[in-house]
């Protein structure tokens, strides 16, 4: 079992910036690779961002490259999310999640743990 638990969300002006976190505990952390989803107001849960187990290769959904960027501290086990030029359609609670694979995974179908999420709202 992992445990995963996030934080850092909260309420930000437009084309300000956040950083979330995901704190591990269970399994080694190093083992996963790690992946952030975001579910809007009405829409479905999506991905976001990925990361390798070892930290070294990364993939972004195209609306949040370049804004975005996915990182990883495995001897903290602690995966983070820094979002910059947050946009409205950037609200949503994200949350953290672990699959027992090596390469970024996309597909939510691939992860086997979860977290509870951390609502991120983007004002005007």
């Known amino acids: 079992q992992v445990q995963l638990v996030e934080s850092g969300g909260g309420l930000v002006q437009a084309g300000g910036s956040l950083r979330l976190s995901c704190a591990a505990s269970?399994?080694?952390?190093?083992?996963?690779?790690m992946g952030w989803f975001r579910q809007g107001p009405g829409k479905e849960r999506e991905f976001v961002a990925a990361?390798?187990?070892?930290?070294?290769?990364?993939r972004y959904a195209n609306s949040v490259k370049g804004r975005f960027t996915i990182s990883r501290d495995n001897a903290e086990n602690t995966l983070y999310l820094q979002m910059i030029s947050l946009k409205l359609e950037d609200t949503a609670v994200y949350y953290c999640?672990?699959?027992?694979?090596?390469?970024?995974?996309?597909?939510?179908?691939?992860?086997?743990?979860w977290g509870q999420g951390t609502q991120v709202t983007v004002s005007s």
């Open positions: 990361v390798s187990w070892s930290g070294s290769s990364t």
């Open positions: 269970g399994r080694t952390f190093s083992n996963y690779a």
């Open positions: 999640a672990a699959a027992h694979a090596p390469s970024p995974a996309l597909s939510q179908d691939e992860y086997d743990y």
